[in-house]
């Protein structure tokens, strides 16, 4: 039985890891907008020019 | 103008503009290999040529804009520091970032161009398109560039950025709810942990002692749930009980409650493991109901107001020079100066000679009107011609036009957006509930105390209203995303229930029953020969005045002669000659040369001197207007027009005979008069377009704006339809009023688990097993539903729009 408290308090703790990854993405300002990146990904790069991003 | 002529006159062959697209048979320019309808176009072309931006064509087909019938603006006013502050997002040192609204976005091949401006003006940094809002985010070098060259930049290719009074007077507000994405991610991750730490138990696996530090760890891990995810409903809830009401969240609020309060009791006391995965998943769904509820559409604002359509500077006179200033800094007797095709920010007295001035921003009708020197001009106006000056009378928050916003109906708050019909049905639901839980608890209480204990909460935990929160976000929700595919746009699901109840319909006449973009010319007077038609149609053919073409669609049937003499006066008529015959068409002081106050909307006609008659203009009736009307014979039908009675006639003959007429209508005589019908005990819905209908459609029950292309007039409206699909309004309609069904079917879907649930609960049976398999199930099958009921209703409605296209009447 105690290996199992183990595992879940270690498997909480990489579950709290990936909450606050999910706050962090949410803060960032990646789900404001869910459309224009799934477009932008598709342009074809661009060789012969430096972009800033 | 030029446009419908070659539209007119397009035959099989088609050319194209490389740039937009559109066609340009007989305006062509041609070069090596492009076609291009103006030089606009060709412009941009060879704009992005020249810096490698060609894929600008190959991303997306139509990804041009056409620089046709668009007027270049002037925007000497970003010059001014202080403009140039307040609509700077941020500026530090030689950095700045802006945002600007592009209504032109409109492919992918405008995300491209616009997030490779840089290439364009080497100062802008960085630049991000944000598609569904139609906005841009520009970080540029203010060494390098300006906010003014940007501006311009956009304009030159194309995208002409929205910039109006509200961009400054207003806070920008996000429209993407970041916090109910949080709140769903932690009631998301608490659920499943919660889940995965209470599955050995569901599996019958002996207890070992330690096993109760599982209960410790999902008491944690449902604390966040109800102090963070959860709290908005018991604050509502708590608002609720303190007005007195039994609104939804009340049950809700019960509910989250008991689970919680019994299972920590159950947890701390060591007597079993609670029902803490049951309350993580019900706040959980919840949750994601209202997430799916909110779904807003980001690019339609409901919200404008008067400063969505004013500009954001004037050009005022100040110590000898003009100056741009910032419109709400203007005060009364302040001189400002009005350039051809601007709007009219305040109202004023005229100071040059003669302005004419377009209200149809406001009225809604394409009138244009004269007004001469100390004359008064209502803000809201647009100068049509040369640049006029104005001495304000009223500053911009108090004109005419302004104080409709002022009226008490646009400070009211919507009421809170939880759901009307919830929060009815929800009153029985929760007294039923009491009741039951009163009577298990009084039935055990003499026979057992402890199961009287557990009976009680068990009830309440049951009597969760889980599924039956989830009908309305799910049916009427989904219902909303359906509408607006079908181009029906509903500001929130409050809306739909309130469209369910209506029995008034209130129609605004100019724009919603006659369509304001088109104009019929009648004639009255002498009957004209052949010969004459002949020359008034080679008259006016060669004029681009909207009254010019009406008449042009009059005598249409006429064959063109060549005249020998042609002259038009701008704004006043039309002189022609052909051997010995003199034509002249005009306003009556062009033709009488009469200077009294005249309306603009007579023409004369006179030819070879002599009066023959005169043309009277009215827009026609919008097509299958009829049809809609006469379906709708069984409500109230309302008409309120701002102009006098002399339609009345030709209305009654397509209107039903139930309709009640009333003209002269000011902007705020048409609230009062949907005030007197609310008071009456009636829902009303109006229908209306343009900025003077603003107040009534605020007032309304339901206020619905009609947008036809080109103007997108949205001010205080619940629903934006477009002009092109009003003839389907009663599909809409009827759709709608179906749901009420597709709710009650909910209804009953709800109330059986809660009695399957009830079941166990009166019985004092019910295990946090069952409580775990019965609350998701419950929800799920609500969800399900709600999805495919309001998709099948929505089949018919389908159907009979495509019939509609397909047979044009």
């Known amino acids: 039985m105690k290996i199992i408290l183990l595992l879940l308090v270690v498997s909480l703790i990489l579950a709290i890891g990936f909450l606050i990854a999910f706050f962090w993405a949410v803060k960032s300002g990646q789900y404001d907008d869910d459309y224009t990146p799934s477009i932008r990904m598709l342009f074809e790069d661009e060789t012969t020019t430096k972009s800033n991003k | ?809």
Not at chain 2, 149 to 173: D, M, T
Not at chain 2, 290 to 295: A, E, G, N
Not at chain 2, 426 to 438: D, Q
Request: hydrophobic share 40%; charged share 20%.
């Open chain 2, 1 to 809: 103008m030029v446009e419908n002529q070659i539209k007119a006159s397009k035959n099989a062959i088609g050319l194209e503009c490389t740039h937009c697209g559109e066609d340009c048979t007989e305006s062509a320019i041609l070069d090596e290999k492009n076609i291009f309808c103006c030089h606009g176009c060709q412009q941009i072309f060879y704009l992005l040529k020249d810096n490698n931006l060609e894929n600008y064509y190959k991303i997306a087909s139509q990804s041009g804009i056409t620089k046709k019938n668009k007027e270049d603006k002037n925007y000497d006013y970003l010059d001014d520091e202080e403009i140039i502050a307040k609509l700077l997002d941020f500026h530090t040192g030689n950095k700045a970032r802006v945002q600007f609204t592009l209504p032109d976005i409109h492919c992918s091949s405008c995300i491209w161009l616009l997030e490779n401006i840089h290439k364009l003006d080497p100062g802008i940094q960085h630049s991000k398109v944000n598609f569904l809002e139609k906005k841009a985010y520009i970080n540029f070098d203010t060494e390098k560039t300006s906010l003014k060259s940007i501006v311009l930049l956009l304009q030159k290719i194309g995208y002409h950025p929205e910039l109006n009074f509200s961009k400054i007077a207003e806070p920008q507000k996000s429209i993407v709810n970041r916090s109910l994405i949080l709140k769903i991610g932690v009631a998301g991750f608490a659920f499943g942990n919660i889940m995965l730490i209470s599955f050995p138990e569901y599996l019958g696996f002996e207890k070992a002692a330690s096993s109760f530090y599982l209960g410790y760890i999902n008491l944690f891990l449902a604390l966040p749930v109800l102090f963070y995810s959860g709290f908005s409903y018991l604050e509502s809830a708590w608002y609720n009980i303190k007005v007195g009401k039994l609104g939804i969240h009340v049950p809700v609020a019960i509910g989250m409650l008991t689970l919680f309060g019994r299972s920590a009791y159950e947890i701390l006391n060591q007597i079993g493991e609670g029902y803490l995965d049951s309350f993580a998943g019900f706040v959980l769904f919840l949750l994601i109901g209202k997430w799916f509820q909110d779904y807003t559409f980001q690019s339609i604002a409901f919200d404008r107001n008067y400063k969505s359509y004013f500009p954001i500077s004037v050009q005022k006179y100040v110590l000898g020079e003009w100056q741009n200033v910032s419109i709400n800094t203007i005060k009364a007797s302040d001189q400002i100066r009005v350039r051809n095709g601007e709007i009219i920010p305040c109202d004023g007295t005229l100071i040059s000679d003669k302005a004419k001035i377009d209200y149809s921003f406001v009225t809604g009708e394409s009138e244009i009107i004269l007004v001469s020197q100390l004359e008064q001009i209502f803000a809201g106006g647009k100068q049509i011609g040369p640049t006029i000056d104005i001495k304000v009378t009223k500053p911009v928050d108090q004109s005419y036009l302004t104080q409709l916003w002022n009226e008490k109906v646009f400070k009211l708050e919507d009421e809170s957006k939880s759901t009307i019909i919830l929060n009815k049905v929800s009153a029985y639901f929760t007294i039923t509930i009491l009741i039951i839980a009163a009577i298990t608890f009084l039935y055990w209480f003499f026979i057992d105390k402890g199961i009287a204990f557990r009976s009680i909460t068990a009830v309440l935990i049951v009597a969760c209203p889980c599924a039956l929160a989830l009908s309305v976000p799910f049916i009427l929700g989904n219902a909303t995303r359906i509408l607006a595919k079908l181009k029906f746009y509903v500001r929130n699901t409050t809306t739909l229930e309130k469209i369910l109840d209506i029995d008034t319909y209130v129609f605004d006449k100019t724009g919603t029953i006659t369509d304001s973009k088109l104009m019929q010319a009648n004639y009255d007077g002498q009957p004209l020969s052949s010969k004459e038609m002949q020359l008034l149609y080679s008259l006016v053919s060669h004029s681009n005045h909207p009254l010019s073409q009406a008449i042009c669609k009059f005598a249409q049937n006429a064959s063109i002669i060549n005249l020998d003499y042609f002259e038009e006066s701008i704004g006043l008529g039309l002189i022609g000659k052909k051997g010995a015959d003199n034509i002249k068409l005009g306003s009556i002081s062009f033709i009488l040369g009469k200077t009294e106050n005249f309306s603009e909307q007579t023409v004369l006609l006179e030819i070879n001197h002599k009066v023959k008659g005169h043309f009277s203009f009215h827009n026609p009736i919008r097509q299958n207007i009829d049809k809609v009307l006469n379906k709708l014979s069984n409500f109230n039908i309302e008409l309120l027009s701002g102009d006098n009675e002399k339609e009345k006639a030709r209305l009654q003959k397509i209107l039903p005979n139930n309709t009640r007429y009333s003209f002269n209508q000011n902007p705020s005589d048409k609230l009062k008069h949907i005030q007197k019908l609310q008071d009456g005990g009636y829902n009303v819905m109006m229908i209306g377009d343009g900025l003077n209908d603003a107040g009534a459609l605020q007032q309304s029950n339901v206020g619905i704006a009609i947008a036809d292309e080109g103007n997108n007039f949205s001010p205080g409206c619940d629903v934006i339809i477009s002009g092109s699909t009003f003839s389907n309004f009663i599909g809409y309609i009827n759709y709608i009023k179906s749901l009420r069904y597709a709710l009650y079917g909910a209804f009953v879907i709800a109330f059986m688990y809660n009695l399957i649930g009830l079941g166990f609960a009166v019985t004092g049976n019910l295990s946090p097993l069952v409580a775990a398999i019965l609350m998701p199930t419950s929800s799920i099958t609500i969800m399900i539903y709600g999805l495919g009921i309001s998709k099948f209703l929505s089949f018919k409605l389908n159907s009979e729009i495509n019939n509609n296209k397909n047979d044009p009447y």
